[in-house]
């Protein structure tokens, strides 16, 4: 098994491309070991000294570190605990799939979250999804649109610019009632 690596915008996250499927459909997202009770593969992640986060996409784990530990001296261990995963033949997630990520939401304002949901489905979560991360909604209210940036996108350097700059003006852009993007911390 040949385990592809690449550096995303957020210095601190590597995305790991193993050759094969992670999950199915949708992405989950572990930002601490506390969370990662219901994933063999990120528990095992876990246990490597200077990871502090773990995202699944269809066919990548990002893995995020400690600030001063380097890459020369965790990437080894990851790359081998991801080989060791894979080739047990354990699964990815127990219980449950993964979500679409989306938060639910109805009432007056369905149709636009409607919109707001098919844009991130179609025009960003692709391109997020090549830098090692996913963006979700999380809500909508007076015009103001709330994301979860989740993976390479969480504490990202450039994740600003991109909400502002990128997600901001092409939902403003199809959707006059979007004012504002915001990102949110679950």
Sequence with gaps: ??????????????????????????TADFPSAETA?????????????????VFFGNDFVTVTKAEP????????????AIMEHFQSGAPIMEGEAAESGHAAHDGPDAEIVGQIKELLD??????????????????????????????ACAGCPSSTLTLKMGIENLLRHYIPEVVEVRPVAV
């Design 122 to 151: 179609t025009r960003v979560r692709p391109a997020v999804a090549q830098d090692g991360g996913d963006i979700t909604f999380h809500g909508f209210d007076r015009g103001v649109v709330y994301l979860h940036m989740q993976g």
């Design 69 to 80: 530990v380097e890459w020369d001296h965790v990437k080894p261990a990851i790359l081998g």
């Design 37 to 53: 009770g219901k994933s063999p593969l990120a528990s095992r992640l876990f246990a490597i000294d200077g990871v502090t986060g």
């Design 1 to 26: 098994m040949f385990i592809q690596t690449e550096s995303t915008p957020n210095p601190a996250t590597l995305k790991f491309l193993p050759g094969q499927t992670v999950l199915e459909a949708g």
